[in-house]
């Protein structure tokens, strides 16, 4: 039956509930928990836009469903309940039908449906390869001009430090991250400076953040060691020590009085030709330079270099990276980034680079969208390497379908709130999110599930 909708919002909440059972069958592969979830959320969204007229008619019948929420006097949290009943049933409804392995029926008159879900398919699959080339992919000839820059500004630091701080034990800095592996999508807009600190390794040892109260696996102490034979004063890196550990905030600030408030940053700017400046109040190096035009980039665009003092023990890369470990001044940052890129490489090796395409068109795809920006490079690479696990076709042709999977293992990580790392299981890559940006992200991937087009926006 059909309610006259005199209420505002209720066309709205119709629609939207439609909406959600229809996607409830589409999505079944993740579990039922994690789809009940993700839907409630869903439903949380539309009752705090209920207040506002509905932008759009209902094109469709109500569903039975619609009287049995009886939403028009519903609490939003009796409407919570209701939803989550419904949604039960259809879901068991749906599991029970799948396994006497009949087809499962859709919401809407199922001929006409099913049609447009054909379009789409086909249609989405060709705009993604469209978005791929035009939005995501850089000109070879625009990441040549900033890995340029980059290294330009390398050279001009490192001969100033070679001048004014000889005995600081420094090796050549190095550019790494994205713009060097191939993995910077939409515009090249930053890059990475790595200085490795030359460290006695008979003298310092890394000690793994579960070990110690920082209780954190992915931070690390650097541990002075041998104080007894070499005392305090042996190793140039003392100076920054607290306690028996290298300070990275003691390195930070030391290589940031050196460099950032001693360069000629007018006179670099001059000879470079282009607007370089440190940026002020951030805790780690950056840089930013602007006015490029001349190398292709148009003016007003803002290029970012960060300078990150590394520290190479064993098999283990610390970065002081104060951006991530905050107040902490004695820890330094394990990244795992170039073992990620690495195994993502060696996998796609084996077949066509699809993982590669795939993380790339994940990257732009996210950086596009707002409520999906804080999801970068480390979440959606974690993500392709737990979904290269499985034994799954990684060839050209499969590339829709990998990107379409990458999304939905994206809403089972958001609903438990868990996206272990891949090399260290016991890292929450999602630790930090709000529940307000899991809710956010959710939702958004959820509503992509049945609309991949409104990623490509
Ligand atoms: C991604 O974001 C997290 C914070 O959510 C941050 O710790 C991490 O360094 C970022 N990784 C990259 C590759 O930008």
């Excluded at 490029?292 to 990150?308: A, K, M, N, P, V």
Aim: proline share 5%; glycine share 6%.
């Amino acid at each position: 039956m059909y309610y006259s909708g005199k209420r505002r919002g209720e066309d709205g909440i119709a629609a939207v509930i439609d909406f959600l059972l229809s996607n409830a069958r589409l999505v079944l592969g993740v579990s039922g928990a994690a789809l009940l979830g993700i839907a409630t959320l869903a439903v949380k969204r539309l009752i705090e836009r209920a207040g506002r007229p509905p932008d759009e008619k209902p094109d469709k019948k109500m569903t039975d469903s619609w009287e049995e929420l009886n939403l028009v006097s519903a609490s939003p949290k009796l409407l919570r309940k209701g939803i989550e009943g419904v949604v039960m049933k259809q879901i068991a409804a749906a599991t029970k039908k799948a396994e006497l392995s009949q087809p499962i029926p859709l919401p809407t008159p199922e001929p006409q449906r099913r049609r447009r879900m054909d379009l789409c398919a086909m249609t989405f699959a060709e705009r993604l390869q469209q978005y791929y080339r035009t939005r995501v992919c850089l000109s070879a000839e625009e990441v040549c001009v900033a890995q340029q820059r980059a290294l330009d500004i390398a050279t001009e630091i490192q001969a100033f430090l070679h001048s004014k701080h000889l005995d600081t034990p420094l090796g050549d800095m190095m550019l790494a991250g994205s713009l060097l592996d191939d993995l910077q999508v939409v515009k090249a807009d930053h890059a990475c400076l790595i200085v490795p600190l030359q460290l006695e390794s008979s003298l310092w040892t890394p000690i793994a953040g579960e070990d110690t109260f920082v209780g954190h696996p992915q931070y690390c102490m650097v541990r002075r060691e041998n104080l007894e034979f070499f005392p305090r004063g042996q190793s140039y890196w003392d100076r920054h020590l607290l306690g028996v550990y290298l300070s990275s905030r003691l390195v930070s600030e030391q290589l940031g009085k050196a460099v950032m408030e001693s360069m000629n940053w007018p006179s670099l700017s001059g000879t470079l030709e282009c607007d370089v400046r440190p940026v002020l109040g951030s805790p780690e190096l950056k840089l930013e330079i602007q006015g490029l035009s001349q190398c292709g980039y148009d003016d007003g665009e803002r290029f970012y270099i960060t300078i990150l003092p590394t520290v190479r023990l064993g098999e283990m890369t610390l970065m002081a990276q104060r951006e991530i470990t905050g107040s902490f001044d004695y820890v330094w940052y394990q990244s795992l980034y170039t073992s990620e890129t690495a195994r993502l490489a060696t996998l796609d090796k084996e077949d066509s680079e699809v993982r590669r395409k795939c993380l790339k068109t994940l990257k732009a795809v996210c950086r596009n969208c707002p409520a999906l920006r804080k999801l970068n490079g480390s979440h959606l690479g974690n993500v392709i390497l737990h979904m290269s696990e499985k034994d799954t076709d990684w060839s050209e042709s499969a590339f829709v379908d990998r990107f379409l999977q990458a999304i939905t293992e994206l809403i089972g990580y958001l609903e438990t709130g868990i996206l272990p790392s891949y090399f260290k299981p016991n890292v929450n890559l999602f630790q930090g999110f709000t529940a307000d940006d899991i809710d956010e992200m959710g939702f958004m991937l959820y509503c992509a599930v049945t609309e991949p087009e409104i990623l490509l926006i």
